[in-house]
Structure formats: C-alpha cells, structure tokens
C-alpha cells in the first residue's frame, strides 16, 4: 500500500454518518419517518483489492456515508414490524448498528475495506 492510500485510510478512523433525508418506515401500523446519525470506522481488509479499487478519498467518503443510510432503510424495511415505537427502535440502536456493520461488509468487501466499528448515536423522529 503506497503512501497516498494509508494516509486514506487513516481519514477513515472517525467518519461521521447521518440520514440527509428521512427514512420513512412503519412502526407500530403506523408511518413514520426517522432519522439516524453515529460514526463508523472503516478498516483495511485486502489490501491488494484496495490498491487496485480505491484512489480517491473524497469518492470513498461520499460512498461510505451514502451507503450507511440506504442500508439502514434496507434494515428497517426488514424489521420494523418487531418495533412498537420509535422509543422500542432507538432502544435497539446497538442490534441495529450490529446488523448495520454485517450488512455495510458486504459492499466494502469490493474495495477490500470493512467496517471496523459503526455507532449508531441517535435514531429518532423526524418530526414532520
């Protein structure tokens, strides 16, 4: 890995993750729009993969931060049903932050990167 790419990576330590729109969901037979915010790290998981895959830290950043909350969109498509409330949702932050990391591998897994750790610090209502 060259110079160029560590230092890349090393931006990569403390991301800060927020849903720019709403995520609309149904909770409780009800619809409900939220938002979600948190940090992530990304790691280094192949680095020949990651050599050939990713020259650019901006487009990197761009995909990493726009990935989390259409995964958490897909996540809470699949098991908002099991929520009451947003009290029972936000409750579950760390199952969901957990199921959010799994899911976020799998498409870093290209670019030979993974999530090392992902925080959810807040999910909440919108408040339209």
């Excluded at 990935?67 to 049903?81: F, Q, R, T, W």
């Excluded at 932050?97 to 919108?126: F, H, R, V, W, Y």
Aim: hydrophobic share 45%; aromatic share 4%.
């Amino acid at each position: 890995m060259n110079q160029m790419q560590t230092e890349l990576l090393r931006e990569f330590e403390q991301l800060n993750w927020g849903t720019m729109m709403p995520i609309t969901t149904m909770l409780g037979g009800e619809i409900v729009s939220l938002r979600a915010r948190g940090t992530c790290s990304v790691t280094l998981n192949n680095a020949v993969i990651f050599e050939n895959q990713v020259t650019d830290a901006d487009e990197l950043r761009y995909r990493v931060k726009n990935l989390i909350p259409l995964k958490l969109a897909d996540i809470l498509g699949e098991v908002s049903s099991n929520y009451a409330n947003i009290n029972d949702l936000a409750a579950s932050k760390g199952e969901l932050a957990l199921t959010l990391k799994s899911k976020m591998d799998e498409d870093l897994a290209p670019l030979g990167l993974m999530i090392k750790q992902i925080n959810m610090d807040a999910i909440e209502s919108a408040g339209f």
